[in-house]
């Protein structure tokens, strides 16, 4: 796999655990439904989940 496109899948996982925080913790903020806010912190660990399997997968790859 080029490097390039591993800086591109890193990016991606990292920022989506980053969006989905960020719309946590907004919806949280503005009084929005304890149940929406819940399901995107849970969303939040999914995704840190698979950026981690990613980011080790790539620091594996690279040796």
Same mark, same amino acid.
């Given at each position: ?13 990292? *920022?989506? %655990?980053?969006?989905? $925080? $960020?719309?946590?913790?907004? &919806?949280?903020?503005? *009084?929005?439904?304890? &149940?929406?806010? /819940?399901? $995107? ?6 995704? /840190?989940? %698979? ?11 690279? *040796?």
């Amino acid at each position: 796999m080029p490097i390039a496109a591993t800086h591109y899948l890193v990016a991606g996982a990292v *920022g989506a %655990v980053a969006l989905v $925080l $960020l719309f946590g913790l907004v &919806n949280m903020m503005r *009084g929005g439904s304890p &149940n929406t806010s /819940q399901k $995107l912190m849970r969303w939040r660990v999914g995704l /840190q989940f %698979v950026a981690i399997i990613i980011i080790m997968g790539v620091l594996w790859l690279r *040796g």
